[in-house]
């Protein structure tokens, strides 16, 4: 895969210069020149040359056997907001550290932001990281895509991850896919289970697949990093005790950081108030599916969920009718959960909506229908009609507190 300016074609028009997102041309003796830095290899500039002058190669040339072993350790990144390590972080070290008991290696964790940010370095041995790289500098101190591209690929060139594990929120989806073009890895996005195959000892990455109707297991055989987002809840985090002599090592790291990486300015952040509702913390959760009928039927879903003091979920049938917002909605195109206890409400349990809730602690699933696929998940199945059960679980909840 590559890019290369036909010095002979160029004539230094200038179009690809102004057509480039990523300001990646610059002109140089009249001709264009690429950064291949910051070029993500989009093609936006080849078909705007008259000359053909460019020319783009995404079919990788037969290239010579990478050495991989000098690939090693298993890093996880560690998102953090404002200054706090988000909880996805903590997710995915505890699954790094069950891998890197099968593979056999170290488990090491990517904290970027400005000098202040290694108060958090603690938190995140706490969860079992045995190194710490910590990637400072003051244009870090938030997020945006360019400045910790550039930051984190550097250090992924110089140290060299076998595996790396990134939350698949907003912020992790964009660096990964930017940061895989960087390095030349491959990227499997949305992962579900990790698991490390016992005889090559390289990464399973499990994700649903065409639509959700088939989980498939991915690998990355021949090139290093493998590269994975994992949705955040998907994994439990568990805080470990850190034994006494635990290795405890933190590398700093100093990444240079350009003009040209610093064109987006941040100017404010601004709360979307219009969200009530926040799933991904929620202990308990109360969804309603199309198994409610009628729109004003959530307010069913909405006094159980306040009754037990939880939010209230949705089926995306429920949010595709408009009779609830997008917020709500769990699943694969929704949000993922894992609640304390999951009270599905007319919800059939598709695949999609599955992949979303399935690893709740409790699941409680009412439905009429006793071959809904939701009670093959259930931890407790209530086959019958939601409109007398949904109440009467109310009520007695009411009463039992008082
Ligand atoms: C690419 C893709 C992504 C998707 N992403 C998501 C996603 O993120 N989240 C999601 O939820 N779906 C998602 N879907 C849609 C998914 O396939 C299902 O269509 C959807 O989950 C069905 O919602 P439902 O269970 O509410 O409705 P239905 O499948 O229609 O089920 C309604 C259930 O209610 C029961 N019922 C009816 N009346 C009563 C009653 N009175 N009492 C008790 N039970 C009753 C019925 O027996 C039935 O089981 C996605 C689909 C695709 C193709």
Redesign the pocket.
Known sequence: MGIRIINDKCVGCTLCVKACPFAAIGMKDRKAVIDLDTCTLCGACVPVCKFEAIELKKEAAAEPAADLSAYKDIWIFAEQRGGKVQSVAFELLTEARKLAEDLKCQVAAVLVGDDNIESEAAQVFSYGADRVYLVTHPELKDYRTAPYTRAVSELMSKYKPEIFLIGASTMGRDLAARLAIRVNAGLTADCTGLSIDPEKKILQQTRPAF???IMATIITPNHRPQMATVRPKVFKKINRDVPPGHLSEVIRFKPTINEKDLLVKIVGMIEDESITVNLQEAEIIVS??????DPKHFKLVEDLAEALGGAVG???????AGWISAHH???????TVSPKLYV??????????L??MQSSDIIVA????PD?P?FKVATYGIV????E?VPAFTRKIKELRG
């Open positions: 639509g959700g109707n309603g599916g199309r198994g409610i009928a949705a089926s995306r049938a429920t949010v595709d909605q769990v699943g694969q195109t929704g949000k599905a409400c007319g919800i059939s349990g598709k695949i999609q909506h992949v979303g009412i439905n009429k229908d809904a939701i019958g009609d939601l409109f059960i």
